[in-house]
């Protein structure tokens, strides 16, 4: 079966420097997604992205936060100059289709951000 | 703006024994569910979902929903659960015409031999 895959699987950063994390999503997928989860809380939307540009954005996602589809394969999410409360578990999620007739969303198995 | 709350963070059980996890919604708006598992270092898996019809969705591993729309709940059962069903279990759901999933806290569900 497909899968949507994630590196790294563990990311160590110092505060103030930038991070880009990478995500493959399932190859006919359309719609791809970023969610991310604080330790001990609940899973979170952060943006999703269809025909290359940006469809929906939480207020989580400011102006430090950035995505892109840099070819027909990878999804990427930059953040600038990442804060200690930037450390999550962050997940990459794509879809067939979104909207009206919600497809499934398919996770990888997510990138551990830690921030020092 | 939707919320989901699942009731019990941590739910022991032992080998075999029957199981209910437990989510309510709360939305103005009509809404899609799902359940999602996450095994320890992995990703969510998609364990079922409620789009519309049936109120009683069978999903993998044996595991059974059902969306009651009157009392906002879409609790997930499994009449005889296994080790291997130690995870963490996430009710989400999303409102038609949206693609963000709105996720419960999690329900840890451990099985006791």
């Known amino acids: 079966e497909p899968e949507v895959t994630q590196t790294p699987s563990h990311q160590v950063t110092q505060m103030g420097q930038e991070v880009i994390l990478r995500c493959v999503p399932i190859s006919n997928h359309l719609y791809f997604y970023w969610y991310r989860q604080i330790l001990g809380q609940k899973v979170e939307f952060l943006v999703s992205f269809y025909n290359n540009e940006i469809s929906e954005k939480s207020e989580i996602f400011d102006d430090q936060f950035s995505v892109e589809r840099p070819d027909g394969s990878n999804f990427t999410l930059k953040i600038r100059s990442t804060k200690l409360e930037d450390s999550a578990m962050y997940f990459c999620?794509?879809?067939?289709?979104?909207?009206?007739?919600?497809?499934?969303?398919?996770f990888g198995d997510g990138t551990r951000l830690s921030i020092l | 703006a939707q919320s989901v709350t699942q009731l019990d963070s941590q739910v022991p059980v032992f080998e075999e024994a029957p199981v209910e996890l437990r989510c309510n919604y709360s939305?103005?708006?009509?809404?899609?569910l799902f359940w999602y598992v996450q095994y320890p270092n992995q990703g969510l898996q998609l364990l079922l979902k409620?789009?519309?019809?049936?109120?009683l969705v069978k999903g993998i591993n044996g595991f059974e929903a059902e969306f009651n729309k009157s009392q906002t709940s879409f609790h997930l059962r499994k009449p005889s659960v296994h080790i291997s069903d130690t995870a963490e279990y996430f009710c989400a759901v999303s409102i038609q015409g949206a693609q963000k999933l709105v996720f419960g806290q999690g329900t840890r569900l451990t099985i006791n031999p």
């Open positions: 939305s103005s708006v009509s809404v899609y």
């Open positions: 999620a794509s879809s067939y289709s979104g909207g009206a007739r919600n497809q499934p969303q398919h």
């Open positions: 409620y789009l519309s019809g049936s109120t």
